[in-house]
């Protein structure tokens, strides 16, 4: 069976695509093909959560990117989608632990860029602050 431009599995080998190109340091290639993936899974939208759960991988891959390349405002931003459809739509709070640290170290990374001096230390802090937020 060979699959249509439209196959949500297309959206999976885009994103698998972009994650080699992150890997050989191609990053604006790695970006578009991220951003194919992501705008064919808006295009392709369905409710089964598998999809839905690849659209948050992506969401997370996206941003990693950002983050590597010092956005950290944009990648939280799609930190925090990833996180919305995990919890939200997918119901999976057993899951967030993963996102919840990607965010906290995002943020810790930011930080030490602004002066402060222990990335672990700082990291674990926040990790305690989105995981009380999460719980509220």
Same mark, same amino acid.
């Given at each position: ?16 695509? =972009?994650? +080699? ?28 959560? =598998?999809?839905?759960?690849? +659209?948050?991988? +992506? !969401?997370?891959? %996206? =941003? ?17 989608? =990833? ?6 739509? !997918? ?14 170290? %995002? ?9 402060? +001096? ?11 602050? !989105? ?6």
């Amino acid at each position: 069976d060979i699959l249509g431009h439209n196959h949500p599995e297309i959206g999976q080998i885009l994103n698998n695509m =972009a994650c +080699v190109q992150y890997e050989l340091g191609d990053y604006k290639k790695a970006e578009s093909l991220f951003q194919e993936a992501l705008d064919l899974q808006r295009e392709i939208f369905t409710t089964e959560s =598998a999809f839905l759960k690849g +659209v948050s991988i +992506v !969401l997370c891959n %996206i =941003a990693f990117l950002h983050a590597k390349s010092g956005s950290f405002p944009k990648a939280l931003i799609e930190l925090e989608g =990833a996180m919305q459809i995990r919890q939200d739509i !997918l119901l999976e709070d057993n899951s967030l632990s993963d996102i919840t640290e990607n965010m906290a170290h %995002i943020l810790a990374i930011h930080q030490l860029q602004h002066g402060a +001096v222990n990335l672990d230390e700082i990291t674990e802090e926040y990790i305690t602050m !989105l995981r009380k937020s999460e719980t509220k």
